[in-house]
């Protein structure tokens, strides 16, 4: 029996020992520990051994028992400390790789600009009025003081629709619906979208504007350049001055060509100013008073003045881009560079 009792122990140590994996091990365990097991048929087989045997035999059982478990257990852990370095190694992380970049998107540079001019009109207090793609013939033109047959109907070649609508062709037409609906102080910017039947590299047949409305007592020409200076300081950068050249639209008298001094050379003559110094950015003017009184605004107690930016001009000259087309071809290639 003691020999018998040694075989199976040094058999399990071995077995043991030789157990590669966690499963494995527990196969082991059954065949000598479980129900079947070598040792447990041992245990059995006392009822076989003589009574007076019997105490030194369960001993030596228990000790083939102990010795046995404690390798299990001793083999256990290292394959346990095994499985779980391999796992560390197989969940390993390079902390020094570089990281895989998600591509952020960005605005439209058109509306990169139209959300920053409404950022500093805002600040100077202007209230958002956006008006509709499209209009009557009267609020486009009649009522903005250019009547059918008037020559600066010509200035604007238009899309219309019908004999009375149209496709506003500036956002003008809004000035008309805010006198109408509000009573002075009145300080509207309008942006939108406006369409001219025109196409080349500085024209689209759409395009989006910002006009811009100011009435109240007192308000003169002075008024105008005071706030055009302060925006093109914002726009094109601290050192930008603004020129004013006289001009003509129908709804303003006197009007204004605005000029900005050139961001690029400062005023001495590059490219992008053609040697001039100075870039036009926008058209403005005192409202006429035709356009007042036929909102029924008193001209002798108010006057206002207006203007109406190009988004697309001040979004080419900021990013430089040299053809309106890049701004509508969705191009990702172009739109990914500029995000203000
Ligand atoms: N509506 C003009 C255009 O489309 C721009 C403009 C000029 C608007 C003078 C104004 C203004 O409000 O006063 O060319």
Redesign the pocket.
């Given at each position: 029996m003691k020999e018998k009792l040694q075989k199976i122990r040094e058999n399990a140590i071995a077995e043991i020992e030789k157990s590669d994996s966690l499963a494995k091990l527990n196969e082991v365990r059954t065949a000598i520990l479980g129900k079947k097991g070598e040792l447990t048929a041992v245990l059995k087989g006392m009822k076989d051994v003589a009574p007076e045997e019997r105490p030194k035999v369960g001993q030596l059982v228990n000790e083939t028992r102990g010795a046995i478990e404690e390798k299990l257990e001793e083999i256990k852990k290292k394959l346990e400390a095994e499985a779980l370095r391999a796992r560390y190694e197989s969940e390993k992380i390079d902390v020094t790789m570089p990281a895989v970049t998600n591509k952020k998107g960005n605005l439209h540079p058109i509306t990169q600009v139209r959300n920053q001019l409404i950022d500093i009109f805002g600040s100077m207090g202007f209230e958002v009025y956006e008006g509709t793609e499209i209009e009557t013939d009267h609020y486009n033109f009649t009522a903005l003081n250019t009547p059918k047959d008037h020559p600066a109907r010509d200035m604007q070649d238009t899309f219309y629709l019908s004999p009375e609508f149209l496709l506003r062709t500036?956002t003008?037409a809004g000035q008309i619906h805010v006198m109408e609906a509000k009573k002075p102080p009145i300080k509207i910017i309008s942006p939108g979208k406006v369409f001219r039947s025109d196409d080349d590299a500085t024209h689209s047949p759409m395009f989006t504007?910002m006009?811009g409305l100011v009435v109240d007592k007192g308000i003169t020409l002075c008024d105008l350049k005071g706030m055009l200076d302060e925006l093109v300081k914002k726009i094109f950068g601290k050192e930008t001055t603004t020129r004013l050249r006289p001009s003509y639209?129908p709804?303003?008298e006197p009007?204004v060509e605005v000029d900005v001094s050139c961001f690029q050379c400062g005023g001495k003559g590059c490219k992008l100013c053609k040697g001039t110094g100075w870039i036009e950015v926008l058209?403005?003017?005192v409202v006429n008073n035709k356009v007042l009184a036929g909102c029924g605004i008193d001209t002798d107690e108010y006057s206002g003045f207006?203007?109406?930016i190009g988004i697309e001009r001040i979004a080419m000259l900021k990013y430089g881009i040299n053809n309106i087309k890049l701004l509508f071809e969705s191009d990702l290639r172009v739109l990914d560079q500029i995000d203000d």
């Open positions: 500036q003008s504007q006009e639209f709804f303003t009007s058209g403005a003017g207006a203007f109406g």
